[in-house]
C-alpha cells in the first residue's frame, strides 16, 4: 500500500513540473523583448529632399546613422517622418548632421522616440539645393 501511495505521489509530482515548466515557457516567451530591425544602404548624388526606402516599424526608437559623408556643405539635416495614406506625412525632429564630414570612419547619429507603428522613411537636406554622397549609412528600429 505504501508504494501505490509513493508512486501515485511521484507521478502527481511529474505532472506538477511538467505544467510548472510549460507555464514558465510560455511566460517568458510573452515577456520577450521585441526584437530589433536594422538595414543598411549608402547614398551617391543625393539631392535635396532626397528620401530613403520606406521600411516598416511596429514602435520603438529609430536611430540613424552615416558613415563618412561628403557635399558642398558640411552638414546634412536628416529629418525622420512617417508615411501615411491620403494625407501630408507627418515630419519629427531634424538631426543636423556633421561629424561624418570629418573623415573615411567619422559617424554622425540621430536618435528619434517611438511615435507608434508604421511605415517610415527619412528625408535629406529640405530646402537646400546641396548634393549629400555617405559611404555607409545603417536605420535601427
Request: proline content about 1%; glycine content about 10%.
Amino acid at each position: 500500500m505504501k508504494s501505490i501511495h509513493l508512486s501515485a505521489l511521484r507521478e502527481s509530482g511529474r505532472r506538477a513540473a511538467v505544467v510548472g515548466l510549460g507555464v514558465a515557457a510560455v511566460a517568458g516567451l510573452a515577456a520577450s523583448p521585441a526584437q530589433a530591425a536594422s538595414w543598411s544602404s549608402s547614398l551617391s548624388g543625393a539631392g535635396a529632399g532626397f528620401e530613403s526606402r520606406r521600411w516598416y516599424d511596429s514602435g520603438g526608437s529609430t536611430n540613424i546613422t552615416f558613415t563618412d559623408c561628403t557635399s558642398d556643405v558640411s552638414v546634412a539635416n536628416v529629418t525622420l517622418r512617417k508615411d501615411v495614406d491620403f494625407q501630408v506625412d507627418p515630419q519629427y525632429s531634424t538631426a543636423s548632421f556633421s561629424n561624418c564630414f570629418n573623415g573615411y570612419n567619422s559617424t554622425s547619429s540621430g536618435n528619434w522616440g517611438d511615435h507608434g507603428s508604421g511605415n517610415y522613411y527619412f528625408a535629406v537636406n529640405y530646402g537646400s539645393s546641396a548634393v549629400l554622397s555617405v559611404r555607409t549609412l545603417s536605420v535601427n528600429y
